[in-house]
């Protein structure tokens, strides 16, 4: 399993993703349920990347990461980046990644995926589901759960932001629960998600099988993904 956590970003290439465009057609979700708790990500949560197999890279070396990166159980070998590109702390398995900054950390590396798994699967059975259309470009959402009523989430510039509510409450959780099969999340280039009102980035959950974020627009929140990230 792969994640990356995004909490206020702006980065070069890897996470500069993201403005806005043009026709806003709005869907609002007002429908009335129990308040979420966020998804615990408990050991996992300082990480901004933390992948299973087979590797982490960058192409161009030319992004700044936020938070820790950790590769588990697949070989440190397959963390392809460098140590200025990482504030946090770059943990492998073994005594392979890059130097000097890599740290050998086994044991809190299978803890860090043993709770990703944890929240994968606790994020993947909230309910009550509100299936929300496959376009989210150009949606306003309040606080809940939503499913895709296709195999996909996009987001596309053309259809405007997606523009997340948090109605003055900032403990507001959103969570995304994309089909099991399928690509999951589609994030066009220059496309946007807003957070008004309160909503918080650390409170928006993405349960996918896997992601796809392309260039120059903004992004927000924890993709939790089966399979693949890909960030362009």
Known sequence: MHTLTY???????????????????????????????????????????LSGTPNISDAGNASVIHGNVGLSPASGAGIALTCSQV????YSVDATGPLPCRVTNGPL???????????????????????????????????????????????????????????????????FQAPFSGTGLNVGSASTISLINGAQACNVFWRVDTASINTTGTFVGTVLALNSISVA
């Open 7 to 49: 909490r206020s970003f702006s980065l070069i290439t890897l996470l500069t993703i993201f403005s806005l465009s043009a026709i806003l057609v709005t869907f609002t979700s007002q429908v009335a349920h129990a308040a979420q708790a966020p998804v615990n990500l408990r050991m996992a949560s300082p990480f901004a990347i």
């Open 87 to 90: 504030t946090g702390t770059i």
């Open 109 to 175: 590396l299978l803890t860090a995926k043993n709770n990703l798994t944890t929240a994968y699967l606790d994020a993947a059975g909230r309910t009550p589901l509100t299936t929300i259309p496959t376009e989210l470009g150009g949606t306003t959402l309040v606080a809940g759960v939503y499913d895709s009523s296709s195999t996909t989430f996009n987001i596309t510039s053309g259809a405007g932001p997606l523009v997340l509510n948090g109605q003055n409450d900032p403990s507001s959780v959103f969570i």
